[in-house]
């Protein structure tokens, strides 16, 4: 059996805003083993930050335990901060000193002797591609290249367990992708047992293993991105017809049976069939259709996403949430 | 490879490791420290010469000195609340760095630019006639130092309970500062105001350093005045440095 990693029980936060409670964090009991790549998902608000915070003992638990890299985050809180590397919202390094200084002093911060820091510095300043800025001030660096002295910083003890808070927000999309090779990278290496938070559909479901779907405080899916959406949302069919006559005609036509178990649904002109295994059927039943003289304009089979289990799980898209989000900020 | 790297830091290497690092950018920037000088540089040029009396130097620069200290170390929270804003103040609380030594270092680093100033404030009234008793004014600097800690503390503990809300650290800062700076008599001399102002000068204990340093700049040593002066530094230290802690503890 692997060891955990991170180990909760009942775990909770709550904030009291003027007179009221809110419950941000509700008993989460959580299991992470040595060397996996775990996604928290959720919207703005979900409870994944205040995790995170009460894991990288930011934020004392409200109740419940939770043990992280074999120490208890309330009575063990220096051993646990020794043995994990955190990345968070902001810049580690700070604006007023240069890169690689602050690389230094973070070495040392986690009791590396002066020269092992310096070596160490020297190692992540060119596997992450700093050298060129490594000696500026912070403050004169691209977002980019301050993102990634953000993730030296995060390594330069090379934990066994590394903290990401939405590590890929205001990237740019080459910057994003090069962020999550890094982050590979470091888990095929290293064996580093990685845990990070996002809302970024896509990033969760290409770069991490589990995908721990968090909403209103409490974990509602927890699995494989492949499993979550084999699960939770099945793959869909929309079959387009001339009218919306023709459509109705086929709602409820024995013709459909092969889709069997298939979730079907009319709007206007479309039919739209929710059903694993879509793209084999998708031939099949055209055919099944072209036989009973429905005729098909166009068909279009699409896998499902995790924003697909996501509102089937709580009748919300996460991408709404996440536009409106960016829309205020 | 994983935690090879990792090892246990006593207090003192990690109050070394912040020390140093909050050094770093005045080291690279050696005029950063006269930024904050610039006030007391211009009460030097500008009020001084309105003192009456030929020895009003005498007077008058260890209390500039002191005010100097007053004006860079109060604002130094400063520093801490932009960390607090940009992340690099997060990315310490999660590292094994222990929390005493989380204001300690910083608190220490205060000492390095207060020397440099008054070096420089020595320097620049020489030629004017102002004498400077050597032991004396070291003896000075020790007390100074303490005073500085203590202020440096306080003024990050102030950043910490304004956490998101700069206007709150200034307010505060630039309310106390004046009331402080007058009440101590560094400008003109308390003796002669009225008893209401003599009472509440008594309260301050930066009006206990400032008599201090006055004496000791000048060569008197074996005082009862700087052993007062002295004990305000090491109440402030302790107050500043409990307070800190506390605060350093919480965030």
């Given at each position: 059996m692997t060891e955990a990693m991170i180990e909760t029980s009942g775990l909770t936060r709550h904030f009291t805003v003027r007179t009221e409670t809110v419950e941000?964090?509700?008993?989460l009991d959580l299991r992470v083993d040595t060397g996996e790549l775990v996604a928290l998902l959720g919207?703005?608000?979900?409870?994944k930050s205040t995790t995170l915070r009460m894991l990288t003992t930011l934020l004392a638990p409200t109740s419940g335990t939770a043990r992280v890299a074999g120490f208890?985050?309330?009575?063990?809180q220096r051993e646990v901060r020794g043995h994990i590397g955190y990345i968070g919202?902001?810049?580690?390094?700070?604006?007023?000193?240069r890169g690689r200084d602050e690389l230094v002093s973070q070495g040392r911060a986690y009791g590396m002797t002066a020269s092992a820091a310096r070596a160490r510095a020297d190692e992540l300043v060119e596997s992450l591609d700093l050298s060129a800025v490594?000696?500026?001030?912070?403050?004169?660096?691209s977002g980019g290249q301050r993102r990634r002295l953000d993730i030296a910083m995060g390594l330069i003890h090379a934990p066994a367990l590394l903290f990401l808070d939405?590590?890929?927000?205001?990237?740019?999309p080459q910057n994003r992708a090069n962020l999550q090779e890094h982050i590979q990278r470091l888990r095929a290496d290293h064996g580093t047992t990685i845990v990070l938070t996002t809302h970024y559909l896509d990033e969760a479901d290409s770069l991490a293993e589990r995908v721990i779907v968090i909403d209103h405080g409490s974990i509602i899916a927890d699995n494989t991105p492949a499993r979550l959406k084999a699960e939770h949302a099945g793959d869909r069919i929309t079959l387009t017809f001339d009218n919306a006559t023709q459509a109705a005609r086929v709602i409820?036509?024995?013709?459909?049976?092969?889709?069997?178990g298939a979730q079907v649904s009319q709007s206007g002109a479309q039919v739209v069939l929710e059903v694993p295994g879509g793209a084999q059927i998708a031939p099949k039943l055209l055919r099944a259709l072209d036989d009973a003289l429905l005729e098909v304009a166009s068909v279009e089979v699409t896998r499902p996403t995790l924003d697909d289990v996501f509102l089937t799980l709580t009748g919300r898209s996460l991408r709404e949430d996440v536009s409106l989000k960016e829309k205020k900020a | 490879m994983t935690t090879a790297l990792v090892a246990k830091t006593g207090i003192v290497a990690d109050t070394l490791t912040v020390f140093s690092r909050e050094l770093r950018p005045v080291l690279r920037?050696?005029?950063?420290?006269i930024f904050t000088m610039v006030q007391p540089l211009f009460f030097l040029a500008?009020?001084?010469?309105?003192?009456?009396?030929?020895s009003s130097l005498q007077w008058f620069v260890p209390g500039i000195v002191v005010m100097s200290c007053l004006f860079g170390t109060s604002m130094t929270g400063s520093n801490l609340l932009y960390e607090m804003q940009t992340g690099s103040h997060e990315r310490m609380l999660v590292s094994p760095l222990r929390r005493p030594a989380l204001i300690m270092g910083r608190a220490l680093k205060e000492i390095v630019p207060m020397l440099a100033q008054t070096v420089l404030l020595v320097l620049v009234t020489m030629p004017f006639g102002f004498t400077l008793n050597v032991g004396g004014a070291a003896i000075g600097l020790v007390i100074l130092a303490i005073f500085c800690v203590g202020l440096g503390a306080l003024s990050y503990t102030l950043a910490l309970a304004s956490k998101d809300q700069e206007w709150m650290f200034w307010g505060v800062q630039q309310t106390l500062l004046f009331p402080l700076l007058l009440l101590a008599g560094?400008?003109?001399?308390?003796?002669?105001?009225p008893q209401w102002l003599q009472t509440m000068a008594k309260f301050n204990p930066l009006t206990y350093v400032v008599d201090a340093e006055r004496l000791l700049f000048n060569g008197?040593?074996?005082?009862g005045t700087v052993l007062a002066g002295l004990a305000a530094a090491v109440v402030v230290a302790a107050l500043g440095l409990f307070v800190g802690t506390r605060a350093m503890r919480k965030a």
């Open positions: 941000a964090v509700k008993g919207p703005n608000g979900a409870g208890d985050v309330r009575t063990q919202q902001g810049n580690g390094a700070g604006h007023s000193q490594a000696d500026r001030v912070v403050s004169k660096l939405e590590p890929s927000t205001g990237l740019d409820g036509h024995h013709a459909l049976g092969i889709a069997e | 920037n050696p005029f950063s420290v500008l009020f001084a010469p309105l003192l009456p009396g030929d560094m400008m003109l001399p308390i003796d002669n105001g008197t040593i074996a005082s």
